[in-house]
C-alpha cells in the first residue's frame, strides 16, 4: 500500500477533522455554509472549461505566491 500524499499543511489528523466536520452537518447547515461563502465579496464561483482548468490554477498560485 501507498503512503497517502497531502498538501503542505495537511495531515492525517487534519484530514480527518474536516470529514468529520462535513458528515455531521445537517443538510440546512451545509447549504448555509454555502450560501454564506457565495456571498463572499472575496471569493466567485464561476465555470470554467475543463481544458482550462489546469490554466486557471496555475494563475491563481502565482497570485498567491505574489
Not at 503542505?8 to 455554509?33: F, I
Amino acid at each position: 500500500m501507498s503512503k497517502s500524499r497531502f498538501p503542505k499543511g495537511w495531515d492525517n489528523e487534519r484530514v480527518r477533522r474536516v470529514l468529520e466536520h462535513y458528515d455531521s452537518q445537517s443538510d440546512e447547515e451545509s447549504v448555509a455554509e454555502d450560501e454564506d461563502r457565495l456571498d463572499s465579496s472575496k471569493h466567485t464561483v464561476m465555470e470554467v472549461p475543463a481544458e482550462l482548468v489546469p490554466v486557471v490554477r496555475s494563475l491563481i498560485a502565482k497570485q498567491q505566491h505574489a
